[in-house]
Each structure stands twice: as structure tokens, then as C-alpha cells.
């Protein structure tokens, strides 16, 4: 607690410890991130990105699907890196604690995936300003992360967070200026015209599943009871008795 803070109010940095599906991620990204530095050639071509990055011609044309999901886990630069995987954090921490692991991934690769997907699709528009964008390589989580921001400001939108350890500021606000550091300062190599859109649909995709069409919204309560409920129904032979005959066919 700090020593001048009103009584029942604390500071702490940070969400605490690292959950188990934010260590996964941060450590994969660190070692393929160690890994490609490593692999960088001396004529400024890269093995790795070339075949693990995110390039529309590569993923339309020659079959490589895998660059969809391996693309995340590649990064430009230290501060790129540095950047993603504190806001991943901060950010994505409290979300796995209150969804659990398998729904915080499944909601991170999905957002990851769809922006992706959203700057596969711009890259075939016949604009003559992202003709670029077929044949680059984009690299990084920066897509999955604004789609964290877009979660915790939708799930957290009224907790104060002290920014710069100096104002605090309510989350929806820390989350604009931190989506606005991300826009200025995560940059893969393809260059900011790519970013943007991956940026946007991260954004996009984290909202369509949290607060989109019913069947892409996450409803963990319900999935998770309904598949304790069968689960103890076949473990005990339990049988749905139905609507209009429960009279004959009764639940045992």
C-alpha cells in the first residue's frame, strides 16, 4: 500500500504473476524471436520470416495456410517484441483469470487469426496503395494484442489503472493511448499501411466475438455447464425425458 494513499486504496504494478497461457505465449514468442535474430542473413533477407510470415501471394498461391497462425510469433525488432508482450501482460492476464486458459487462447488466436485474415483480404483489393501488401511478409501479435485491448476495455471499462504511475485514468482511456502507442510504435517490416489494417482487424475480431452475432460471442458459463451436465449424465446413465411424453419416458 503506498504510504500517502487513502485508506482501502493500493498501487501495484502490473497484474501480478504470469498465467499459464500468458507464459506459453511470451516464452514462444521469445524463443522464435532469439531464433530469427540468429537466422538473419548478412544481405538482410530471413529464412524464417520468408517462410513463416504472414505474405498473401505465399498463403493464396503456394498453399502455405500455416503462415495465418505462425505469423504471431515473429517480431521486427526488440522494441516491437518488447512492446507486444508487456501489453500482453498487463492486459491479458486478468482476462485469462476470469475466462480460464482454453477461452483466453481461443479468444487470442481468433483475433490474432482475423487480422490475419483482414490483411489478406485488403491485399487483393485493386487499390494501387496496398498492392505492397500481396507480396510482404507481415510479422507479429500486435493484431491478437489490440484484440486483448478491445477485451479488457469491453470487460474492465470502468477500472482505474494509474498511468505512468502518475493519472489515473479509467481503462477504456489507458486502452486508447496504449491502442495508440501500438499503432505508432509496433511496425513489422512490411510497413505502417499493413500494421493498420492488421491493428483494425484485431480490433474488429475481438468485438464480433465478444459482442458480435450470438454464435461467435463468448459464453463460457453456458459451455461449460451444459458439458459438466452431460458428462454426469453418461457417467450416471441419466436420460433427457422429453417435453410432451414424461410420463413414459421419465429422467431416471
Do not use: C
Not at 78 to 86: G, P
Not at 110 to 139: E, H, K, N
Not at 241 to 250: A, I, M, S
Amino acid at each position: 500500500m503506498s504510504r500517502y494513499a487513502p485508506p482501502g486504496v493500493t498501487y501495484t504494478f502490473g497484474p501480478g504473476g504470469l498465467t499459464p497461457a500468458i507464459r506459453a505465449i511470451l516464452f514462444a514468442n521469445i524463443g522464435v524471436f532469439v531464433v530469427t535474430m540468429f537466422a538473419q542473413g548478412a544481405d538482410g533477407s530471413n529464412p524464417i520470416v520468408n517462410l513463416f510470415g504472414l505474405r498473401p501471394s505465399a498463403f493464396l498461391t503456394q498453399g502455405r495456410l500455416w503462415q495465418i497462425v505462425t505469423y504471431l510469433f515473429l517480431h521486427a525488432s526488440v522494441s516491437h517484441i518488447l512492446f507486444n508482450m508487456l501489453a500482453l501482460w498487463m492486459f491479458g492476464t486478468d482476462l485469462e483469470r476470469r475466462w480460464g486458459t482454453q477461452a483466453f487462447t481461443r479468444y487470442y488466436f481468433f483475433t490474432g487469426i482475423g487480422a490475419g485474415v483482414s490483411t489478406i483480404l485488403i491485399s487483393l483489393l485493386p487499390l494501387d496503395s496496398v498492392q505492397t501488401m500481396y507480396r510482404a511478409a507481415t510479422v507479429g501479435a500486435s493484431g491478437a494484442i489490440y484484440g486483448l485491448l478491445m477485451a479488457w476495455a469491453l470487460v474492465f471499462p470502468h477500472r482505474t489503472i494509474l498511468f505512468m504511475m502518475l493519472f489515473p485514468l479509467p481503462a477504456r482511456v489507458v486502452v486508447l493511448i496504449m491502442g495508440t502507442i501500438a499503432f505508432l510504435s509496433a511496425m513489422n517490416v512490411s510497413g505502417s499501411v499493413v500494421n493498420e489494417f492488421a491493428h483494425l482487424g484485431g480490433l474488429v475480431a475481438g468485438w464480433l466475438y465478444l459482442k458480435g452475432p450470438t454464435n461467435l460471442r463468448l459464453d463460457l458459463k453456458y459451455r461449460l455447464t451444459k458439458w459438466r451436465m452431460d458428462r454426469m449424465r453418461r457417467r450416471f446413465g441419466v436420460h433427457r425425458g422429453r417435453r410432451h411424453d414424461h410420463l413414459n419416458n421419465p429422467v431416471h
